[in-house]
């Protein structure tokens, strides 16, 4: 079955550290991967895809097919990341997966 | 144009009512997407339409969930006798496959702000 994991339901820094936000998929073929963010009263929306290859906001995420994951990363977070992140998979149909989410802390 | 709209955005309803949800996508987006979500999990999907045409629902859905795209516009969502594990975030989401002319599905979606449900 298409499966997205999000292992941390949790994860909290602080200002101007690293940040890694892990998700694994399970699907045999050729997925298309995104990160999706809700920050505190506003809607769901797209942060980045792995077809673009872009960095959004100094977030970059690598499709790695070997190990079967979509790892979300910045450098140096900031306050403003404080958010809910959401990794989504599509693969085989045109719905999107969506995993159960990571709450990102960024303490001052 | 201000985005996905959905409406109402509370609703308190007793079990064994019906209640209906409607979202109003983008407007030249033809491809629109319902999603439940409950407190700590990500969005489930629930059925998409392209068009008028409703293309994949979940096996996960109960035939007491009925959706409807009429005119390839709005579309409704209607929860026929609800029960108490109804309540949850339901929301909708708008994409395009075509961009400037040229068939370009960029799986962004695009959504609203949800209708929450709850069931007492």
């Known amino acids: 079955a298409q499966r997205v994991t999000q292992p941390e339901k949790l994860l909290s820094v602080f200002k101007g550290a690293p940040v890694e936000l892990k998700c694994n998929y399970s699907y045999s073929g050729s997925p298309e991967l995104f990160w999706y963010v809700q920050y505190s009263r506003q809607r769901l929306q797209l942060l980045l895809r792995h077809i673009s290859r872009e960095s959004i906001k100094g977030f970059t995420a690598d499709l790695n097919k070997g190990e079967t994951s979509f790892h979300l990363k910045k450098p140096f977070a900031q306050e403003e990341d404080s958010a809910m992140y959401y990794c989504a998979f599509q693969g085989g149909s045109e719905k999107l997966v969506f995993g159960k989410g990571t709450k990102l802390t960024v303490n001052p | 144009d201000t985005g996905v709209s959905q409406n109402p955005r509370h609703k308190i309803t007793k079990r064994g009512q019906n209640v209906t949800f409607r979202c109003d996508p983008i407007s030249e987006h033809n491809r629109l997407y319902w999603y439940r979500q409950t407190l700590g999990q990500g969005p489930e999907f629930l059925t998409y339409f392209q068009n008028e045409a409703q293309l994949e629902k979940s096996r996960l859905l109960s035939d007491r969930f009925s959706a409807e795209r009429p005119k390839g516009s709005f579309s409704t969502l209607e929860i026929q006798r609800t029960e108490q594990g109804d309540s949850a975030m339901y929301l909708c989401?708008?994409?395009?496959?075509?961009?400037?002319?040229?068939?370009?599905?960029?799986?962004?979606?695009?959504f609203g702000e949800g209708s929450r449900l709850t069931v007492l």
């Open positions: 989401a708008s994409s395009s496959t075509v961009f400037k002319g040229y068939d370009a599905n960029t799986g962004e979606l695009f």
